[in-house]
């Protein structure tokens, strides 16, 4: 039980640093600053989401939840699918107007991801 609970705190930690990195670079992309350019930084984000998803798919696992038996899994999901295409084209718009639409939709949808996994509806 505690391996499992570590699990979790990991899970959580990585969520965390996950958004704060994508807030970091998404500011760092509107105010075209040189740290948004730096090739760790632009790297980074991947190997974070990589172990919040592997982390995810063990929590799963250990606790033997299924997205197509739990409703609120799926949901989380789908709305993790959203953030990634959200996120994806606020980094790569070229122009303001369309990086604040789409920085703004992927953190809704994110927000929408923390609610899922808080509230388990």
């Known amino acids: 039980m505690a391996n499992i609970l570590l699990l979790k705190y990991l899970h959580i930690t990585l969520a965390l640093t ?27 984000p991947h190997l974070i ?20 038996q739990t409703h609120w899994l799926l949901f989380k999901l789908i709305l993790i699918l959203g953030y990634i295409v959200a996120g994806s084209r606020a980094m790569k718009a070229e122009d303001a107007r369309s990086r604040v639409f789409f920085g703004v939709l992927a ?3 994110v927000g929408g991801v923390v609610l899922m996994a808080v509230a388990k509806y």
């Open 18 to 44: 996950s958004i704060s990195f994508f807030v970091l670079r998404f500011l760092g992309r509107q105010a075209e600053a040189q740290f948004a350019r730096i090739s760790w930084v632009r790297v980074a």
């Open 49 to 68: 989401d990589s172990l919040l998803l592997l982390s995810g798919i063990s929590l799963a696992v250990l606790y033997r939840i299924s997205p197509l």
């Open 107 to 109: 953190l809704g949808l």
